[in-house]
């Protein structure tokens, strides 16, 4: 049984399970001394839902069938889910969360995080979301990375800023192996949102826009997000080498934290410190 079964299969069960905590009594139904379905029958729910039975019949039995997020949004709010229950939907059912409620999680995190990040004094830290807009940064961050705070949402794109811009390309050391790094990692990252409106957008824009990327992108390539070791030309304190690591925020793994830390090389620690303090 291959995977996309099994989670087919385990998704019938969870509805099945909570179909069955469901009484008559919560809907204004008749129960009669002849009922011997524990909870709603199937036909019940579907109705309430306002889905086809035959539909939700499938859906329970494992069929391949394609749920959207409307008609899981009412299975939701029938089955009354709480949110732990309605992610584990939507993970066996889409195998992700909606956008809608990814953004939710991430509001109620970003104060959070931007205390964390704001403690690396000395090291640039910033989070990217599932689109690759930078949603936060800290001092550090914006004296060697820009002003963030300054740049519009299209500019804020990891992406976008990649390949669009040309300060950003004289800022990166040896920028066509880090540009093609970034986007063999966008590439695995997005493969969920292939599709979605944003998406297509980005694509179709820089590949009107960027030589480069129109010749990289039909590669497919694809990577993970590695840590390494990056130099970076900053036009004020000259170049500065740093190590970096991404991490994904546990609550909300569509976040992504990527601090850099200056190493000694090329006294990197001390120019951090003056562009710092200057």
Request: proline share 4%; glycine share 2%; charged share 20%.
């Given at each position: 049984m291959s995977d996309q079964e099994e989670k087919r299969k385990e998704l019938g069960k969870f509805l099945k399970s909570r179909r069955s905590k469901l009484t008559p009594e919560l809907f204004g139904l008749p129960v009669g001394a002849r009922r011997k379905v524990k909870g709603l029958r199937r036909e019940e729910l579907a109705q309430i839902a306002g889905i086809g039975l035959t539909w939700y019949t499938w859906?329970?039995?494992?069929?391949?069938?394609?749920?959207?997020?409307?008609?899981?949004?009412?299975?939701?709010?029938?089955?009354?889910?709480?949110?732990?229950?309605?992610?584990?939907?939507?993970?066996?059912?889409?195998?992700?969360?909606?956008?809608?409620?990814?953004?939710?999680?991430?509001?109620?995190?970003?104060?959070?995080?931007?205390?964390?990040?704001?403690?690396?004094?000395?090291?640039?830290?910033y989070v990217t979301d599932q689109r690759w807009d930078i949603l936060l940064w800290n001092k550090a961050g914006e004296r060697v990375f820009g002003d963030f705070g300054k740049m519009d949402k299209k500019e804020r794109n990891a992406i976008w800023r990649c390949f669009a811009s040309p300060a950003y390309r004289n800022l990166i050391g040896d920028w066509e192996s880090h540009a093609k790094r970034l986007l063999a990692q966008f590439r695995l990252t997005s493969t969920p949102y292939v599709g979605e409106g944003w998406f297509k957008d980005l694509v179709a824009e820089l590949m009107e826009i960027s030589l480069d990327f129109r010749q990289w992108w039909p590669r497919y390539d694809i990577l993970g997000t590695p840590t390494g070791k990056k130099k970076i030309n900053h036009p004020h304190v000259g170049t500065l080498v740093m190590e970096h690591i991404t991490f994904r925020v546990y609550d909300a793994p569509e976040l992504r934290l990527t601090v850099y830390r200056p190493l000694e090389e090329n006294d990197t620690v001390q120019k951090m410190i003056h562009l710092l303090n200057d």
């Open positions: 859906l329970e039995q494992g069929k391949n069938i394609q749920a959207s997020t409307q008609v899981l949004e009412r299975l939701v709010t029938v089955m009354q889910l709480n949110t732990e229950e309605r992610n584990h939907l939507y993970k066996l059912a889409l195998g992700q969360l909606p956008v809608e409620q990814t953004a939710s999680i991430e509001a109620s995190l970003i104060p959070i995080v931007q205390n964390f990040i704001n403690e690396y004094e000395r090291c640039p830290a």
